[in-house]
């Protein structure tokens, strides 16, 4: 079984910078790349970005130069550094670990945390 559970979310005024951390236990983790991903009210999950086992960061366009995706493979600890926070950026983060393979699309993860909620005021 595996675990994930985010931290770090709050709220923030535009312009602001928050950190996410996910904390992965069970037999997860070793090997598999992890991502990031949101869902704000009345909108689908989407991708924000990724990170591979070996460390190599995909981002999608609307917070390249923002967000920097990082991990621990020794504290099996994923983390998002947000900054440069816009109010679009508002919504509930989660971590994912991914199958293998691609990693831009809620269906390539098969676990998931519970949420954070980031809120970024105007």
């Known amino acids: 079984q595996v675990q994930l559970v985010e931290s770090g979310g709050g709220l923030v005024q535009a312009g602001g910078s928050l950190r996410l951390s996910c904390a992965a236990s069970?037999?997860?983790?070793?090997?598999?790349?992890m991502g990031w991903f949101r869902q704000a009210p009345g909108k689908e999950r989407e991708f924000v970005t990724a990170i591979s086992w070996g460390g190599r960061p995909y981002y999608t366009d609307s917070v390249k130069g923002r967000f920097t995706i990082s991990r621990d493979n020794a504290k099996k600890t994923l983390y998002l550094q947000m900054d440069s926070l816009k109010p679009e950026d508002t919504a509930v983060y989660y971590c994912?670990?991914?199958?293998?393979?691609?990693?831009?699309?809620?269906?390539?993860?098969?676990?998931w945390g519970k949420g954070t909620l980031v809120t970024v005021s105007s």
């Open positions: 069970g037999r997860t983790f070793t090997g598999r790349a």
């Open positions: 994912a670990q991914g199958r293998g393979g691609s990693y831009s699309s809620p269906d390539d993860m098969d676990y």
